[in-house]
């Protein structure tokens, strides 16, 4: 995960082909994008990568990881 700050806040979700078909990466991103929503995040450019280990976590276990990510990236305390 990257970030910068910025005037407005921008998020780019890239999940590559070793994730899955495109019916799997394209349920990682709308959980991504919902987790991302939800946790009303500073004005930043924001750059997540999922990795392969995404196609088989839950909701919850995504919405963990991604928040850890965040408190280590200095984005959210």
Do not use: C
Request: charged letters at 30%; a positive charge; proline letters at 5%.
């Amino acid at each position: 995960m990257r970030w910068l700050p910025a005037p407005e806040l921008r998020v780019g979700i890239v999940v590559s082909k070793k994730v899955g078909k495109a019916v799997v990466r394209n349920r990682v991103k709308r959980r991504l994008r919902e987790i991302l929503r939800r946790l009303h995040l500073p004005r930043a450019h924001l750059m997540v990568v999922a990795s392969p280990e995404a196609r088989e976590a839950t909701y919850a276990e995504l919405f963990q990881d991604l928040t850890r990510a965040l408190k280590r990236s200095g984005l959210i305390q």
